[in-house]
Each structure stands twice: as C-alpha cells, then as structure tokens.
C-alpha cells in the first residue's frame, strides 16, 4: 500500500492548473477528459514522479460545502513544503499571488498562507533545522 | 483469445479538427455496412448505447427533451442533464454532452450508412476525443455484425495499447502536441 495522490478540490480545473502550475510551480501530470469528467494531476517539479495532487472539480453539493467551510475558518486546503518561504513569498508576490498570512514565524517552522484563486487556502512551510 | 482480446484498432483514419476562432470541433467520418434505421436504433437506445458508447442514457434518445447521460469507467458516474435538441431519425441527432455539442448525421449509402460525429471538444482534448471515438465505432461496428466485443471506454481504453498509439497519431495529424498518458507501472 502506498500513498501516491492526494486531493484538492477546486472550482475551475483549468483555473486551477494555471495557479497551481505558472505560481507555484508543480508540473502538470496527468490530464483526461470524459465528456463532463476531467482527472487532472500535478507533481512537484522537483519530484516529478513523487506523490500527485489531483485538482477535482467540486462539482457536488459536499465538496463544495466543505471547501467554503474550511476556507472560511482560515483552514489549508493542502500544505507544500519548501526550502525558504520568505523566497517563495517573494518570487510569488510580484505574480500576484494573494497572501492572506504573509512569511510568520511559528514553533519549529516558518509558515505563508495564500489564495489559490479557486476556492482554497494553501500552506507553504519550512522546517527549522534541528541542531543535534 | 476472446474477440475483444484479439481486437486492436487500425490506423488514424476519417477524422478531422476543424476551428472556428476558439471554437474546435472533431468531426469523425465512419461508414457502416448497415442501414440508418439501424445504426440509429444504436445511437439513442439505452440497451445499445451501452454496448459501446462512453455514457449511459437514462431514456431513448429518439425524441427532443431532457434526459440524463452517465459517465461510464469514471470513479463515480458523472451524470449531466442534457437536452436532445433534435432527433430526426433516422438522419440527425443532436445534444449537449458535459458543455459540448454533440451531433450525429446518418446518410444512407448502397451498402450502408455514412455517419458522421461532430463534438465541439476543446483542443486540448481533441486528440484524446478523436482515439476514444475512433474505438468506440469499432466496438459499434463489431456490435452492429452481430459479434459484439463489449464496450471499451475511460480507463479500460487508456490501458489498451492502440490507444495510446491512436492519440499520438491523431495528434500528429491535427498538428497538436500529445501529452503522455501512458498509465503508470504499478
């Protein structure tokens, strides 16, 4: 058993793969389509053969709520791991990405939160280095 | 090896991305050897839709009005409410499929019947439109003759070998870039 998708629901699929792949950064992986039926995947270009995060179209009623539901309370829809957030926040703020938390320092991390302009918060953090 | 084993697809043939602006359209061309009245019992009865088309109908698709088509092969059915705008059997036949226009033309010929798909598919798809179409009218032939090999559709189709080669070659042929969709090794 392994883990290799995760998912994210959003409200525009092609919006989606424009934010999630020219400002973030990930790599388009796999895009299908069956009539109304689209399977859209990214991957980390630093892995492209990592774990895929789907971008689902939060075409039912569930989804939907859901997705309100934890944007409203200020709750990440997923959450990217990077090596420096002040220099994700500042190659992503001049493409104007949206932040709604800009780079702040918490326990054992440095976090940034953003818009991804289809129905989500998303989180990007650094690890601190642990000395031993 | 059973028929559906033994199938495997011909070359790119009869199909055609015409653009109008922003607008694609995939017109597929494929001449049957039976008549209209029966390749348009194929084309709007729920029973032989289902033997190889990509959705399910939940009523004939022989009169104007609204009716439900069903993804088929998707995790979860995709159901989408749907229009038939015209059905003039057994010689036109229109609808919208998942925010494209669909529309069939029968024209009866000696031998048989000239019929004709256009699908207002986005060009990012239209390559993939053009291979799944081109094995879902083989599997409508076969199935027409009387030696029906089952529907081969959605993930069934990308795991099949000529599909993929079918999309490369539809691609070339429309002049647009293909992506790989070679399923992954598990």
């Known amino acids: 058993m392994k883990i290799k998708i995760t998912k994210a629901y959003v409200n525009d699929q092609e919006k989606a793969l424009r934010f999630y792949t020219d400002v973030l950064g990930f790599v388009k992986k796999a895009d299908f389509s069956q009539g109304p039926f689209r399977w859209l995947t990214v991957a980390s270009a630093e892995e492209p053969d990592g774990i895929e995060l789907q971008l689902a179209l939060n075409d039912n009623p569930a989804a939907a709520t859901y997705q309100q539901a934890m944007f409203d309370q200020g709750q990440p829809a997923a959450m990217f791991y990077v090596d420096d957030v002040q220099r994700e926040y500042d190659r992503m703020k001049p493409m104007g990405a949206e932040f709604t938390m800009p780079p702040t320092k918490v326990t054992g991390s440095t976090i940034a939160m953003l818009n991804d302009t289809c129905g989500n918060l998303i989180q990007i953090v650094t690890l601190d280095r642990w000395q031993s | ?186």
């Open chain 2, 1 to 186: 090896m059973s028929n559906r084993e033994k199938y495997s697809p011909g070359a790119a043939a009869g199909a055609e991305a015409r653009r109008d602006g922003d607008r694609w359209t995939l017109v597929l061309v494929r001449e049957l050897r039976h008549p209209p009245e029966k390749v348009w019992q194929a084309l709007t009865e729920p029973e032989q839709l289902r033997e190889w088309a990509p959705f399910d109908a939940d009523r004939n698709l022989d009169t104007a009005g609204t009716v439900k088509l069903s993804t088929v092969g998707t995790p979860i059915p995709q159901v989408s409410e749907t229009n038939i705008k015209r059905a003039e059997a057994p010689r036109l036949l229109e609808y919208n499929w998942g925010g494209n226009d669909i529309r069939w033309e029968l024209e009866p010929l000696a031998n048989g019947t000239r019929l004709t798909l256009w699908h207002n598919i986005g060009r990012k798809f239209i390559a993939m439109g053009a291979a799944g179409w081109h094995i879902c009218f083989d599997v409508l032939d076969r199935f027409l003759e009387g030696h029906p090999i089952g529907r081969i559709v959605a993930g069934d189709a990308l795991k099949f070998g000529g599909w993929q080669r079918l999309h490369a070659e539809y691609a070339r042929q429309f002049d647009i870039e293909a992506i790989d969709h070679t399923p992954q090794p598990e």
